[in-house]
Structure formats: structure tokens, C-alpha cells
């Protein structure tokens, strides 16, 4: 008898990735409910709470349905959140994401051990910022976790955060240990609660440095409202 296997789901879609190395490629997204960081610039507060209770099943089948047909299928899946790795179904997940031929990604804060994931999964693994009002909550064991598919994001707000991405960059060779490190700027909320920083600033920084970083923007704020939930 097959047990069916419960997660708590927020929303699934299919958009563009707008992140990382893979930005612009069709993409379907399943965003998990639930979060235990607060971070004062985040987007997705909408996925702290509710949700629905679905089964693993329901999920796999929701994804195959927004992938389409054989010929014109979306192979691109991340889970996302909130903090996916709250839900201790998610390394089932994209065990069979996996085996259903996906290329899976996980977004996640860097607050949680990554280890138990399927290693074939692309980690994409948040070092949370000094204004970030979340500062050293980063499980540096994900520091072993991770290789040379994965990707290690900051999100800087201020100067500060961009000098403390800078030295844990340098400090911890990074740029050699990942495929990408990447520097997001704060993108400003719609309704004025935080400031963003310009992604001019960033990059000039970041050319003064001479770091081996990427310039990460959210495309898909600039393809659709960003206050817009689903893509």
C-alpha cells in the first residue's frame, strides 16, 4: 500500500526564472508555506501562513500538467518558499522531481543543513546580510554541502551588506567552491515599506573590487508588477 505524503503548498506556477544563472528559462516554481526568518526586505511574506494541504501525488501531477507534452516540456522545477527545508517531506520531493527527469532547484536561507537533499539537486543557498535583520544565522556545514552546480546569493541593501558579501566571499574562496556567487540588490517595495539599492551602485562596486561575483536582478520584476504573487 502506497502511504500518500503531505505537504503544505502556497502556490504553483509556471514563469520565467527570474534568479541565478538560469534567468530568462521557463521555469515551474512550487512555493512551500512557512518561513522562521524575517528578513526586512522579503518579497514572499505572503508564504508564511496558510497554504494548502496537499499530497506529494498532487504536487508531481500539478507539476506535469504545467511542463506540458513531451515535445514542448518545461524540464526547469525549483521549490521555493518561505524556507522550503522546513517541511521534512521536501528532500522526497525532489527525489522524485529528479526521477521524473526535472532539472530541480532549491532556494533556500542558508539557516538550513542542505545535506539531506539528493545531491543532484541545484542549491541556490541565501548568506543572509547584515541589514537583513536575519545576520549570522548561515549553517556554514552547507559550506561542505554545496559544490560546483550550486550557487551561494546575497541580497544587499546597503553598503554594509555589500561589504560584509565582499570578505565572506574572499574569506571563504567562494567564487571557487560554487558555480556562481551572486549579488542581488534589494529590489524597493511597491508599497514603500523598505528601499531598494540601485543595481548601478552595486555594480560599480563590485567592478572597484574586482570581485568574481554575478550582478543578479530579478527579471521578472521587470517583466511583470512586482507586487504580482504567481510568476
Given at each position: 500500500m502506497t502511504v500518500s505524503i503531505a505537504m503544505v503548498i502556497t502556490e504553483i506556477f509556471k514563469s520565467i526564472q527570474?534568479?541565478?544563472?538560469?534567468a530568462g528559462l521557463?521555469?515551474?516554481?512550487?512555493?512551500?508555506?512557512?518561513c522562521n526568518l524575517r528578513c526586512t526586505w522579503c518579497d514572499t511574506a505572503y508564504a508564511?501562513?496558510?497554504?494548502?494541504?496537499?499530497?506529494?501525488?498532487?504536487v508531481l501531477e500539478k507539476v506535469r500538467k504545467l511542463a506540458g507534452d513531451r515535445a514542448r516540456r518545461v524540464s526547469l522545477v525549483e521549490i521555493t518558499g518561505g524556507e522550503p527545508l522546513l517541511q521534512p517531506e521536501t528532500p522526497e520531493l525532489a527525489k522524485r522531481l529528479l526521477a521524473e527527469g526535472y532539472t530541480t532547484m532549491i532556494e533556500t536561507s542558508g539557516e538550513r543543513f542542505v545535506g539531506a537533499l539528493p545531491r543532484e539537486v541545484i542549491k541556490?543557498?541565501?548568506v543572509k546580510c547584515p541589514d537583513s535583520g536575519e545576520p549570522d544565522t548561515f549553517d556554514f556545514a552547507n559550506l561542505e554541502a554545496i559544490d560546483?552546480?550550486?550557487?551561494?546569493?546575497?541580497?544587499?541593501?546597503?553598503?554594509?551588506d555589500y561589504e560584509f558579501a565582499r570578505d565572506?566571499?574572499?574569506?571563504?574562496?567562494?567564487?571557487?567552491?560554487?558555480?556562481?556567487?551572486?549579488f542581488s540588490p534589494v529590489f524597493p517595495d511597491p508599497a514603500g515599506k523598505w528601499m531598494g539599492l540601485?543595481?548601478?551602485?552595486?555594480a560599480e562596486w563590485i567592478l572597484a573590487d574586482g570581485l568574481s561575483v554575478r550582478l543578479g536582478l530579478q527579471l521578472h520584476k521587470f517583466i511583470w508588477d512586482p507586487a504580482m504573487k504567481g510568476v
Amino acid at each position: 500500500m502506497t502511504v500518500s505524503i503531505a505537504m503544505v503548498i502556497t502556490e504553483i506556477f509556471k514563469s520565467i526564472q527570474g534568479e541565478g544563472t538560469r534567468a530568462g528559462l521557463p521555469c515551474i516554481f512550487v512555493r512551500l508555506t512557512g518561513c522562521n526568518l524575517r528578513c526586512t526586505w522579503c518579497d514572499t511574506a505572503y508564504a508564511f501562513y496558510g497554504g494548502t494541504k496537499v499530497s506529494m501525488e498532487e504536487v508531481l501531477e500539478k507539476v506535469r500538467k504545467l511542463a506540458g507534452d513531451r515535445a514542448r516540456r518545461v524540464s526547469l522545477v525549483e521549490i521555493t518558499g518561505g524556507e522550503p527545508l522546513l517541511q521534512p517531506e521536501t528532500p522526497e520531493l525532489a527525489k522524485r522531481l529528479l526521477a521524473e527527469g526535472y532539472t530541480t532547484m532549491i532556494e533556500t536561507s542558508g539557516e538550513r543543513f542542505v545535506g539531506a537533499l539528493p545531491r543532484e539537486v541545484i542549491k541556490i543557498v541565501d548568506v543572509k546580510c547584515p541589514d537583513s535583520g536575519e545576520p549570522d544565522t548561515f549553517d556554514f556545514a552547507n559550506l561542505e554541502a554545496i559544490d560546483q552546480k550550486d550557487e551561494i546569493k546575497f541580497v544587499i541593501s546597503t553598503r554594509r551588506d555589500y561589504e560584509f558579501a565582499r570578505d565572506f566571499t574572499r574569506e571563504h574562496g567562494l567564487a571557487e567552491h560554487v558555480r556562481e556567487v551572486l549579488f542581488s540588490p534589494v529590489f524597493p517595495d511597491p508599497a514603500g515599506k523598505w528601499m531598494g539599492l540601485e543595481a548601478r551602485e552595486l555594480a560599480e562596486w563590485i567592478l572597484a573590487d574586482g570581485l568574481s561575483v554575478r550582478l543578479g536582478l530579478q527579471l521578472h520584476k521587470f517583466i511583470w508588477d512586482p507586487a504580482m504573487k504567481g510568476v
